[in-house]
């Protein structure tokens, strides 16, 4: 396929707001989970906040989108000079010619969660100030950042779960491949509720400690939150940087919360993702895994990976610094990747000592220093939906 460029990209998660505090906490192995502490919530868990969310609502001419998730985006936004970069496209191209692409999970749903609790009796009506279309519509994230940027193009919201914004890539290349946009801002947001935390815990992976991916000790996830946002661009021949080289997507619908549990979604995506790139699987540097810590997931990616990869490719999980970031976790490791791509080192899976010897894969437990010239990222969402993508240095 052809390269597509990541002219500017941002995010905020657990560790901080823009890219250097990702990456600072990436190297210096510090993890941005903590006990939760939410007032709504009340189980023993760990989570990944994202600090200054409750003080920081969204401009006054687009209040009718102000919720924790849109939130979370905009503070994104504003990080990185990205909202700068993208005003700089829209003069290149024109407002109608880039394209916006939003992943999400669970949205604005925090807002309905508010509306509910606030009802005088189980029967009475929702408040008349709750705003679904707004803020808890799967499309809210896709219609404010659009409006925020300024963008005119083809706009897009996906919520595939936690698949969701690493299918963004997948969408936004096939729309300017067709030519119906000239670039693209990919994004994916979400934000921390009830709805995920309890209901996670009803599915018993919530673990009490943080999570550890690939652990023998593994027993569950970590919930955050984050958003993430990258500029796409045609990337030119012989141009710098770092580009989309191919992505590979499945659906193998084993079981609505379950993975396939010999891999078989996940070995499709990544195939896909090596064949569209035209890359054999020994020319990948690293894998970050979805590696969300349940025994299920990393024992069915693991089975996965080591069908395509083998036991020498290097590679990790990184929601030991996030936690599962869910609808958000696609673009926050395809950031990730491409910082290891551009600083030359991999991060271990923190959190994880011993690993589960029944697993093959070629872990790393401690950040280490290594040229890396090309990535895979793999996110595999509820119900089979599975996103490989595949970042890669352009050469100058």
Known sequence: MRPLRLSAYTLVNALGHGCAASLTALQQERSGLRPCDL????????????????????????????????RLAQMAMQQDDFARAVA???????????????GTSTSGIRETERAYAARKSADAALPADFDYVHTHNIFSAAGFCGRYLGLRGPTLGISTACSSSAKVFAAAHRHMDAGLCDAAVV???DSLCQTTLYGFNSLELVSRTPCKPWSSARDGISIGEGAGFALLEWAEPGGDGTALLGYGESSDAWHMASPHPEGSGSILAMKRALDRAGLSADEIDYVNLHGTATHSNDASEDKGVVS??????????????????????GI????????VIEHGFVPGCLNTSEPDPALSAGVLLESREQAVDRVMSNSFGFGGSNCSLIFGRMSP
């Open 308 to 329: 395509v990869f083998g036991t020498a490719t290097t590679c990790s999980s990184t929601k030991g610094w996030t936690g599962h970031t869910l609808g958000a976790a």
């Open 39 to 70: 007032a709504y919530v009340d189980l023993e868990t760990w989570i990944g906040p994202v600090e200054g969310v409750d003080a920081s609502p969204v401009v006054p001419h687009l209040g009718a989108y102000d919720c924790r998730n849109n």
């Open 88 to 102: 700089d496209a829209v003069q290149r191209y024109g407002a109608t010619r880039v394209g916006l692409f939003a």
């Open 187 to 189: 994004a994916g947001v």
């Open 332 to 339: 926050i490791e395809a950031i990730f990747s491409c910082l």
